[in-house]
């Protein structure tokens, strides 16, 4: 099977389309930016060269972000009406923003504590870790009995029928 088809079997022709559009665009971009294979001696020739690359390169950029937008909205669109409004669910920005903190708490600590004394923490880390293993039990003790159609019920409720 070829690359295309296995991306649309993959994630759906919206992605595809956007695939093929943006690389038809680096190449493009890639075309206009590769020099002349003459040489030119005009100043003012290759100041309008690097003016007319310029501009290609901001056009092209401007395209890739209008398509990875466009491409954006179509998967909110795709999302399901039931989720709307729960946090981590209804847009990706809170996760983004998770990520952003964490990352930037996992490069800030270890700078932090260079040269201090570790805490101790062993105070909240056994209670935490207690209330771990009791939420993990609770879960594996539920899974067999969701698992079961009669007995599943979803805090969401039944995915509706499509025509």
């Known amino acids: 099977m070829n690359e295309a088809g296995d991306i649309q079997g993959c994630c759906g022709s919206n992605f595809l389309a956007f695939a093929l559009r943006l690389r038809k665009t680096l190449k493009n971009l890639n075309q206009e930016i590769q020099p002349d294979r003459e040489s030119n001696p005009d100043p003012l020739r290759a100041e309008s060269d ?6 290609a390169f901001l056009n092209s950029t401007q395209s890739i972000i209008h398509e990875a937008y466009n491409y ?4 909110l669109s795709l ?9 981590l669910v ?4 809170p996760t983004i923003l998770y990520t ?12 932090f504590m260079k040269n201090r004394r570790p805490y101790k923490l062993t105070w909240a880390l056994i209670p935490y870790n207690l209330s771990m293993a009791v939420l993990n039990f609770y879960i594996a003790s539920e899974e067999p009995g969701g698992s079961l159609p009669p007995s599943h019920k979803p805090a969401i409720g039944p995915y509706p029928e499509q025509d």
């Open 79 to 87: 999302a399901d009406d039931r989720t709307r409004g729960w946090p």
């Open 90 to 93: 209804d847009s990706p920005m």
């Open 100 to 111: 952003i903190v964490y990352l930037a708490i996992v490069w800030a600590g270890p700078r």
């Open 50 to 55: 690097k003016d007319s690359i310029m501009s």
């Open 72 to 75: 954006y909205l179509w998967t």
